[in-house]
């Protein structure tokens, strides 16, 4: 069954087992809203529902990219100051860009 993202279970199970920070900005999640859990499409598109295009991202670095193409937005100013960088990306957002 897939939650309201239609994200498959499988693939929610897998993502959470494997994004234990933001995949972004590097940061453990928390429980101030700008650092709560939020599932990222990597592509911004929801029929796009793979291991590869679903992660978890802190609220913050989600609404900052918002449907920006992922290139653009990692950089950008408000990336920036998100203190996203090279360093704080996670493998699968480093993947993502090479197939771009």
């Known amino acids: 069954m897939a939650n309201s993202w239609g994200i498959p279970k499988h693939i929610e199970d897998a993502v959470s ?16 809203r700008a650092n709560k859990k939020s599932w990222e499409h990597i592509i911004n598109d929801i029929r796009i529902t793979t291991l ?3 992660a ?8 900052s990219k918002g449907n920006k193409d992922l290139a653009t937005w990692l950089h950008s ?11 704080t990306i996670a ?3 480093k993947v993502a860009l090479d197939s771009e």
Do not use: M, P, W
């Open 56 to 63: 978890l991202c802190c609220v913050g670095c989600n609404a």
């Open 52 to 54: 590869s295009n679903i």
């Open 77 to 87: 100013e408000n990336a920036r100051k998100r203190g996203v960088t090279t360093e």
């Open 17 to 32: 087992e494997r994004d234990l920070c933001c995949v972004y900005c590097g940061k453990k999640f928390g429980t101030e």
């Open 91 to 93: 493998d699968v957002i």
